[in-house]
């Protein structure tokens, strides 16, 4: 046995250390000796480096527009980031504990975990970098996979961790290393992308550094904010499949990783506000069904960042976070010294999310002020979202898509619905985009067929090609039902020309259908630009993206049940330029080891595989 597979097996023994409940071993130790760690000569302490900032900045509390000599807020990152950036290594230890004691006290089923934390630990990275991340699955039984949520992977699809899009799934006892440049700057996350496996823990933040549009004082860094569920979430997503498939409330919602449990254990987060001083928050929806409002009682938020896009700043008294969205924001603490809650609230239709914990909240907390008094003033409830997302941020570095080019037309309208159809004699739900729900094979990724230039997708691969390059393409999503879905695409930021208007019951309505007179509402002028937003329950959505990126891209709900459900289209970008981007040796090791793994493993793939 090697020294790595020494120090690998140890971590993975000290993580479950800390644990209380009974852990089994897991069966991937049974595959520890063939562990490929093949590139081990930059190994670093895996989590939470402290950034070396790299040259003279120009990035002051008053001043942090300007980064470097060359770079500021107004330099578009899709055409240049800093050079020189240094390589920041990250090791992920992915575990399984049942009966896992979470942060609220509460015993949940089934715990999957990296590096034994929840939430999992946050990349931190400089504009330029470059990131390089092992993930080690020892899981019993599942592969795995780890998706960099909005991160552009520009020519680099292959590391985009999509099991049967991109990739294989990692098996149990094995490696993979995720190699990525931080082209772009802000606040996200990453996540499993197999099956709904990332609601039993496998998430975590991201934070690359870079300019902003506000002078602030002090960084608080990622907050994020998740829906907590005591069930595993294979236990959940079988007793979705039979009608009417429709989510569970969430158990609880976590701040920060933490909240107060319904019996009496866990704590509130408690966030350190320095009195007169401006402070940035990076704030990220990393949940799996639940959507919210978000406020601080007193105190206004002033948005900079929409996901990893610059905006200009716009001041609000509460923000609607759909899943996967990130929101930075600035706090100034011009209250008086004291706690204020920091609220989550639900739409009032519940068609976007509901927890059995009424009134979620954190506590900001001003130095000097008690750290053991709870707030008194419960505060307003905001507006109801209507479950959708604001339109009205103005991107700095502005974008704009020609409206001659567009048109509706059969071919890139994209209708969704829910069907009920037999499966192995019974029936189950599924999402269908243009009648067909997802469906892939773990071991026969997209990138695979194209490798091998077989273009010969099966329909339950849902593959829609944009052949040619830098060319705008425009995608009308039409929602033929009234619950409401927000919508993610992987390699691009897309921009969102327009949406039909937020009704408060969208399933007291018919489905509204993109018409030609639809046309004069969008924006094509430098719209909202982002990775993820929420099409309307029985409305539309017009979303538009340049084919600058070669690729097999995914197009999905962010609701880790849809997905599971089918609910994903892959756009197959420029499919000619992708093999020089991806040859068969970047895909075809893993895929060999998986192959023998899944053919002799109990387990089956009971889903579309995917799950974001
Ligand atoms: C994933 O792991 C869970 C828990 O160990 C197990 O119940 C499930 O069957 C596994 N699924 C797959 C597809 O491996
Ligand atoms: C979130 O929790 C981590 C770990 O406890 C802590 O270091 C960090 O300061 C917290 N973040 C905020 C915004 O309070
Ligand atoms: C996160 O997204 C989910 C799903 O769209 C939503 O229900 C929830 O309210 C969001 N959370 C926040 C804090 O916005
Ligand atoms: C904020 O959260 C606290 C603690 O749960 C609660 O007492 C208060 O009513 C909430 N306020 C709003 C506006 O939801
Ligand atoms: C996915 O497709 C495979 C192959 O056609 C099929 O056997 C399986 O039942 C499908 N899965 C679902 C959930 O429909
Ligand atoms: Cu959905």
Redesign the pocket.
Same mark, same amino acid.
């Given at each position: 046995m090697k020294l790595t597979d020494l120090v690998v097996r140890g971590l993975g023994l000290l993580f479950l250390a800390g644990q209380s409940a009974a852990v089994p071993p897991p069966l991937g130790n049974l595959f520890s000796k063939h562990l490929d760690l093949s590139p081990r000569s930059d190994e670093a302490p895996s989590t939470d480096l402290e950034l070396t900032k790299r040259g003279p900045t120009c990035n002051t509390p008053t001043n942090r527009a300007c980064y470097r000599t060359g770079f500021s807020i107004n330099t578009d990152y899709e055409a240049s980031f800093p050079p020189g950036g240094v390589t920041r290594n990250y090791n992920f230890v992915i575990t399984?504990i049942d009966n896992w004691v979470g942060p609220d006290g509460v015993v949940k089923k !089934?715990a999957m975990l990296i590096n034994g934390k929840f939430p999992g630990p946050t990349i931190k990275a400089d504009w330029g970098d470059t990131v390089k991340v092992t993930v080690i699955n020892n899981?019993?039984?599942?592969?795995t996979s780890i998706h960099w949520h909005g991160v552009r992977m520009l020519n680099n699809n292959v590391n985009d961790g999509v099991p049967g899009i991109t990739e294989c799934p990692i098996p149990p006892g094995q490696s993979k290393v995720y190699t990525f440049k931080i082209e772009q700057y802000g606040s996200s996350w990453y996540h499993s992308h197999f *099956?709904s496996q990332y609601a039993n823990g496998i998430v975590g933040q991201m934070q690359f550094e870079g300019p902003a549009s506000l002078p602030y004082d002090v960084d608080l860094g990622v907050f994020p904010i998740t829906d907590w569920y005591y069930g *595993?979430a294979?236990q959940i997503q079988h007793s979705l499949i039979p009608p009417p498939g429709a989510a569970p409330p969430s158990d609880n919602v976590l701040f920060n990783g933490s909240h107060v449990g319904p019996t009496g254990g866990g704590k509130y987060a408690r966030v350190k506000l320095k009195a007169g001083k401006r402070h940035r928050l990076r704030i990220i929806n990393t949940s799996v069904d639940n959507t919210f409002t978000v406020s601080l009682v007193n105190h206004q938020f002033t948005v900079i960042q929409t996901d990893f896009v610059p905006v200009n700043a716009f001041t609000t008294s509460s923000i609607f976070l759909a899943v996967g969205q990130r929101y930075d924001v600035t706090i100034d603490a011009s209250q008086a010294v004291g706690n204020y809650w920091f609220n989550v609230t639900f739409a009032a239709s519940g068609l976007c999310g509901v927890s059995r914990m009424p009134f979620p909240a954190a506590i900001f907390q001003y130095e000097g002020a008690s750290s053991t008094a709870l707030p008194t003033n419960k505060g307003i409830a905001p507006p109801d979202s209507l479950c959708q997302d604001s339109t009205s941020f103005v991107p700095i570095v502005t974008r704009s898509a020609p409206a001659s080019s567009f048109s509706a037309t059969p071919s890139n309208s994209l209708d969704l619905n829910l069907v009920t159809q037999t499966w192995q004699g019974q029936q189950r739900v599924y999402w269908k985009i243009k009648g067909q729900d997802m469906n892939i094979t773990w071991d026969e990724p997209t990138l695979e067929y194209v490798a091998k230039g077989n273009l010969n997708f099966p329909n339950r691969y849902n593959v829609f090609q944009v052949p040619s390059a830098n060319t705008w393409s425009f995608w009308i999503v039409e929602n033929l039902l009234g619950v409401p879905h927000p919508m993610h695409l992987h390699g691009h930021d897309f921009l969102v020309l327009g949406r039909s208007p937020a009704v408060a019951n969208p399933f007291g309505i018919s489905p509204r259908r993109f018409s030609s007179a639809d046309t004069a509402s969008l924006k094509f002028t430098n719209p909202v630009r982002r990775d993820t937003t929420m099409l309307p329950g029985n409305g539309w959505l017009v979303l538009a993206f340049r084919s600058d990126n070669p690729g097999a891209w995914l197009l999905h709900c962010h609701i880790a049940w849809h997905v599971s459900q089918g609910l994903s289209i892959q756009f197959l970008e420029r499919v000619s330029s992708i093999p020089a981007t991806v040859p068969l040796s970047a895909i075809e090791p893993n895929c060999q080891k998986w192959t023998t793994f899944y053919n002799n *493993?109990p387990? !089956?793939?009971?889903d579309s595989g995917l799950r974001i």
């Open positions: 399984e !089934k899981l019993r039984i599942n592969g *099956s *595993s294979d *493993s387990a !089956k793939q009971f």
